[in-house]
């Protein structure tokens, strides 16, 4: 059974820095892409930032572009969202997802409904 579960969110000021992790198990984890999702109270989810199997690309929503950094290590099956200069618009529930087969070397797959298995959430709140 895979399982991805998220952790490291939770309260900050405006300013400040947050990592996100989430730990992949029941699957070969170097087969998938990996993202990132968030959904804000009353919004649709929506796309942050995604990386390939092999880690050599990355794609990032406009929003986050700069500011946030996705980074995997496939030996600790494990995906990072690393979150600087967070502003109160990026409080929201943040997800990771795992697109297993996706072998395109260049693009990371940033639709959501590519992705085949999901974790339950992290909450980040940034306050003003």
């Known amino acids: 059974q895979v399982q991805l579960v998220e952790s490291g969110g939770g309260l900050v000021q405006a300013g400040g820095s947050l990592r996100l992790s989430c730990a992949v198990s029941g699957r070969t984890f170097k087969s998938a892409a990996m993202g990132w999702f968030r959904q804000a109270p009353g919004k649709e989810r929506e796309f942050v930032a995604a990386i390939t199997w092999s880690g050599r690309s990355t794609s990032y929503a406009d929003s986050v572009k700069g500011r946030f950094t996705i980074s995997r290590d496939n030996a600790k099956n494990t995906v990072y969202l690393q979150m600087n200069s967070l502003k109160p618009e990026d409080t929201a529930v943040y997800y990771c997802?795992?697109?297993?087969?996706?072998?395109?070397?260049?693009?990371?797959?940033?639709?959501?409904?590519?992705?085949?298995?999901w974790g339950q959430g992290t909450q980040v709140t940034v306050s003003s």
């Open positions: 997802a795992a697109d297993f087969g996706y072998y395109d070397p260049t693009n990371p797959p940033t639709n959501g409904a590519m992705y085949d298995y």
